[in-house]
């Protein structure tokens, strides 16, 4: 339990996500585990998918819609190599589970590979990591909040065009709405997609969902 503390102040530091693939290495290498990570489901947002040294394993749970139930209606640690998961008992090789809540309806789950030697202590290892988890969700929060703000900075004009282009407006639609000319709109779009790096209107839409700067 000495061991927290310091994890901790490491958590509440943390400014940017590149430093949460790094604790997650620090963790996998200290105590041995095959793969740490964590997955964090977002309203209206693409997931976010952070580890160190994850496998097929670590990939093909975090890729099933079981998961994300199982994580939705659960609060308590599980191993994956369980009843919820029989389907995927020849797939998952003692994939410890730890559900976390974070904002709203935002919910994931910090995921840890033991070997075989270690499953026996799955249940003691989870209870130190559930500790810890809740920490980790809210650095994840937090500094993914913080990239995104850098990430993108749109004015609240670039914001009202693409908003109402994610609800599938034309440019002419959203000059009427917004009360300005159909050039002004393409010219706000235009900064949109020059700002987020992007391909097309599309592409910026999804980025900005993504990011939390606009929503639908």
């Not at 740490?36 to 994850?54: D, E, F, K, M, Y």
């Not at 989870?126 to 937090?142: M, S």
């Not at 703000?149 to 004015?155: D, G, I, Q, S």
Request: glycine content about 4%.
């Amino acid at each position: 339990m000495s061991q927290l503390e310091p994890m901790v102040k490491q958590l509440e530091q943390m400014t940017t996500l590149d430093a949460l693939p790094a604790f997650f290495q620090q963790i996998q290498q200290q105590f041995g585990y095959r793969f740490c990570g964590i997955v964090l489901w977002r309203s209206q947002r693409t997931p976010l998918v952070l580890s160190a040294n994850a496998d097929s394993d670590f990939h093909r749970l975090v890729g099933n819609d079981t998961l994300q139930q199982f994580c939705h209606n659960r609060c308590t640690p599980a191993q994956a190599l369980t009843e919820q998961f029989v389907e995927y008992r020849a797939q998952t090789n003692n994939i410890l589970v730890i559900p976390v809540k974070a904002l709203g309806t935002d919910h994931g789950a910090l995921l840890i590979g033991l070997h075989p030697e270690q499953a026996a202590l799955a249940q003691q290892i989870a209870w130190y990591w559930t500790i810890i988890a809740h920490y980790v969700v809210e650095a994840l929060t937090r500094v993914s909040h913080a990239d995104s703000e850098a990430m993108v900075t749109l004015t609240q004009r670039e914001k009202a065009c693409l908003s109402w282009a994610a609800k599938g407006k034309t440019s002419w639609e959203i000059s009427q709405i917004l009360a300005i000319s159909e050039r002004t709109v393409n010219f706000h779009l235009g900064n949109c997609i020059s700002k987020t790096n992007s391909n097309n209107r599309q592409q910026a839409i999804s980025r900005c969902l993504a990011a939390g700067q606009i929503n639908l």
